[in-house]
């Protein structure tokens, strides 16, 4: 029997359309949560099997005996990226449940990047090349990286990096601004205050970066590093524009009214596709 693929941070965002994106494969999932009731009420969750456990406390561990495959998405205050428990307190604690996973039996791991591990680059990025961290989640993610890369010198495993771009879709965080911008749709609101949208973004639904996710997961004898992304650039105003349509509502942009933060980048993109990054790895298999 196929063993079960063990995905964290279940209940967030991503990770709730990864286990779907699973389910519809047929895969069976032991999802890691930290409070079951709650689990329970989420939709996506319901074909899996429940396992209570926080990693931010290091004095009990899950058995993981059910599976030797990860899917970790789990991290915390992802909102919060200039918060330095990114680097004191969530990457030490998910660098020792990672860790302690491998030692225990895990033989194949994809983690959950972002691309503002890239920093405030401009342009068309690829997965090979540096990375410029400039916020401290953005540092937290580049070191947790590097430190699992140090890892498989001493222990084999399997890992896949894969630096996801901006999400949007269902059950997205009500404080972003596309949740906010959606609502405003909602509530027949006259305007919607933002900055001057001209920022180009590498946007991606969800469910399709889950599918995508899931799919390169399963191919056999994968790792490595890679964007999640769909590498076609849309400037945030013009994305609004198009999200009016889709909806058939109209609103006021109220371009200007904020200004752009500090440490964002005026443009970044992918520069390919995770899917033609997928077909690349199944040609290179097949040849």
């Known amino acids: ?97 990672l860790q302690n996973s491998i030692m225990k039996g895990i033989d194949k791991v994809l983690i959950t990047g972002s691309y503002f591990e890239y920093g405030s680059q401009e342009g068309a990025v690829n997965s090979s090349q540096k990375v410029d961290p400039n916020t401290p989640y953005a540092f937290a993610k580049v070191e947790l990286h590097k430190q699992m890369l140090k890892f498989k010198l001493i222990q084999k495993f399997d890992l896949i990096w894969a630096r996801v771009f901006h999400l949007y879709g269902e059950n997205q965080a009500k404080d972003t601004v596309l949740s906010m911008f959606d609502d405003a749709l909602k509530n027949q609101e006259k305007i919607f205050n933002m900055t001057g949208g001209e920022q180009l973004i590498d946007f991606i639904p969800v469910d399709e970066a889950a599918e995508m996710l899931v799919k390169l997961f399963l191919i056999a004898g994968v790792h490595g590093t890679f964007n999640v992304c769909r590498g076609k650039p849309l400037k945030l105003k013009d994305f609004m524009i198009k999200r009016m349509k889709e909806k058939k509502k109209k609103i006021i942009l109220g371009l200007g009214f904020y200004d752009y933060r500090a440490t964002e980048s005026k443009g970044i993109w992918g520069e390919d596709s995770i899917r033609n990054q997928i077909k690349q790895v199944i040609s290179k298999k097949l040849i």
């Open 1 to 97: 029997m196929e063993k079960k693929i063990i995905v964290t941070g279940g209940t967030g965002f991503l990770g709730r359309h990864v286990i779907q994106a699973l389910n519809n494969k047929k895969v069976n999932v032991i999802a890691l949560v930290r409070d079951k009731c709650e689990a329970r009420k989420i939709n996506e969750l319901s074909e899996s099997e429940l396992i209570e456990y926080d990693i931010n406390n290091k004095s009990k561990f899950p058995d993981l005996k059910g599976s030797n495959k990860l899917i970790h998405c789990a991290w915390e205050e992802v909102r919060n990226t200039s918060s330095c428990k990114h680097i004191t307190t969530y990457l030490p604690n998910h660098l020792h449940f």
